[in-house]
């Protein structure tokens, strides 16, 4: 299994699809891993070169206590991606992977060929973020599990698909409550709204019409506005559209080529 080393914490990482197809990092949202994509997979691979990364404190990935900052978490992107040796890629990221998506590409222009920004913000309420943080370090992942499952997945879905939503409950519970705190911190802590005009790389951003963490009224509408010729996507799903509209959503990353 690759694990790459960065910055104290190693980070685990698949490869996947052809070595000539053009390359695409996926990251995970908050509270998942990778996993968050298998869905979507199939069509995807049939196009890319698939990186798919475990963030800094989810899934395989170390978990090390303390705050996490996004142009740590965009360092380790970086750093597998050297490790995997990929020059440059379209990076997509769901919620926190897509703000580190955007860190990446204020970061280091010159690595993203293009980004879709699935489910995400530029600017969350800090208040909020620190009081879950604290939460999580007092009392564990269990205590926030329910009001992260109701912003995750839409009543509809979890009504229709009852097993894989108990598998993303119990993969919630199950991380490590250093790694969701050390995470939160980075989504407290970014300050890319300000710069969301310095990004260049061709932008596609994608919300859920069920998703009340980061819907387009607030937080999709602003990426739109202060991204040059950003393109936007409605997808019927809650956060996590991976799951809800795979197909949907690989269709408009696969547009992105």
């Known amino acids: 299994m690759p694990f ?4 104290g914490a190693d980070i685990y990482w ?3 699809g052809a070595e000539d197809a053009p390359a695409l990092i996926l990251l995970n949202s908050i509270g998942t891993d990778m996993d968050l994509w298998d869905a979507a997979l199939p069509m995807l691979r049939a196009r890319f070169r698939l990186v798919r990364i475990d963030t800094r404190g989810h ?3 170390a978990a090390p206590d303390g705050d996490y900052s996004l142009p740590m978490l965009a360092n380790d ?3 597998v991606m050297d490790a995997a040796g990929v020059a440059k890629a379209v990076v997509a990221g769901v919620s926190l992977g897509g703000m580190i998506a955007m860190q990446m590409a204020l970061d280091a222009p010159e690595r993203v060929s293009a980004l879709a920004l699935v489910c995400t913000s530029a600017t969350m309420d800090s208040a909020s973020w620190d009081a879950r943080i604290a939460k999580v370090r007092g009392e564990g992942m269990a205590s926030i599990a329910d009001l992260a499952m ?3 997945l839409s009543s509809e879905y979890i009504a229709a698909q009852p097993a894989m939503a ?7 519970i199950g991380m490590a409550s250093s790694g969701y705190a050390g ?4 989504i407290r802590d970014m300050a890319i709204a300000e710069r969301l005009g310095e990004i260049g790389a061709p932008t596609l951003v994608v919300t859920g019409g069920r998703d009340t963490s980061t819907p387009y009224d607030g ?3 602003h990426l739109v506005e202060g991204i040059a010729d950003a393109q936007h996507v409605a997808l019927d799903a809650a956060h996590l559209a991976p799951i809800e509209a795979p197909e949907r959503l690989a269709s408009a990353i696969i547009g992105l080529i």
């Open 4 to 7: 790459t080393p960065s910055h």
């Open 14 to 16: 698949k490869m996947e």
């Open 59 to 61: 899934g395989a990935s």
């Open 77 to 79: 992107v970086l750093a």
């Open 150 to 152: 109701g912003r995750f």
């Open 166 to 172: 108990a598998t993303v409950r119990r993969a919630l």
């Open 183 to 186: 995470c939160g911190a980075a």
């Open 219 to 221: 937080h999709g509408e």
